[in-house]
T-cell receptor
Framework: DQQVKQNSPSLSVQEGRISILNCDYTNSMFDYFLWYKKYPAEGPTFLISISSIKDKNEDGRFTVFLNKSAKHLSLHIVPSQPGDSAVYFCAASDILTGGGNKLTFGTGTQLKVEL | KAGVTQTPRYLIKTRGQQVTLSCSPISGHRSVSWYQQTPGQGLQFLFEYFSETQRNKGNFPGRFSGRQFSNSRSEMNVSTLELGDSALYLC????????????FGSGTQLSVL
């Protein structure tokens, strides 16, 4: 079963506008969430994370929002730039891991920022 | 500071063969994780090693195995290759605590013919 879901396989946004990428999860034990960006032929690059004790985290143009009751998080990119065009993965980890790092990833959303 | 290094970048094998992939983590990182990426499936967790011990394991068959050496370098082995094993295999490293961001290598693209 897909515990982390990114229901939009692709998103197209104009340069300068806001990009909003969404992610839903089903496992209520997830307590840490991350967003990664991936360019072709490269490994994923960490963007931003959020702990379940927070509902918002900002880093420059990137903001992640977490709605625990809805089991939903979103990544906002403002303003969007052509270099942001990439695949974005949402990931989560749970306290049952008992230490260490085991991330559950979504299937990704291809963002295209157009001029 | 050098990033995570994976070798080789590309591999072509035939069904039934076995393959070994290598990963050198960022200096100072003691945790190495492996993920499989296939089209439409996102990244699937294979296993994590910390201080030469497997600390976490995903839901993959026993044909997939790994190990970690005292210098934190890791290898992943797949035996009796199947067509469905064709994928990008990604290695990630971290210091070894919980809820850390992982640093990924560029991956090894494995094609099984």
């Amino acid at each position: 079963d897909q515990q982390v879901k990114q229901n939009s396989p692709s998103l197209s946004v104009q340069e300068g506008r806001i990009s909003i990428l969404n992610c839903d999860y089903t496992n209520s034990m997830f307590d840490y969430f991350l967003w990664y960006k991936k360019y072709p032929a490269e490994g994923p690059t960490f963007l931003i994370s959020i702990s379940s004790i927070k509902d918002k985290n900002e880093d420059g143009r990137f903001t992640v929002f977490l709605n625990k009751s809805a089991k939903h998080l979103s990544l906002h990119i403002v303003p969007s730039q052509p270099g942001d065009s990439a695949v974005y993965f949402c990931a989560a980890s749970d306290i049952l891991t008992g230490g260490g790092n085991k991330l559950t990833f979504g299937t990704g959303t291809q963002l295209k920022v157009e001029l | 500071k050098a990033g995570v290094t994976q070798t080789p970048r590309y591999l072509i094998k035939t069904r039934g063969q076995q393959v070994t992939l290598s990963c050198s983590p960022i200096s100072g990182h003691r945790s190495v994780s492996w993920y499989q990426q296939t089209p439409g499936q996102g990244l699937q967790f294979l296993f994590e090693y910390f201080s030469e011990t497997q600390r976490n394991k995903g839901n993959f068959p026993g044909r997939f195995s790994g190990r970690q050496f005292s210098n934190s370098r890791s290898e992943m082995n797949v035996s009796t290759l199947e067509l469905g094993d064709s994928a990008l295999y990604l290695c990630a490293s971290s210091f070894g605590g919980s809820n850390e961001k992982l640093f990924f290598g560029s991956g090894t693209q494995l094609s099984v013919l």
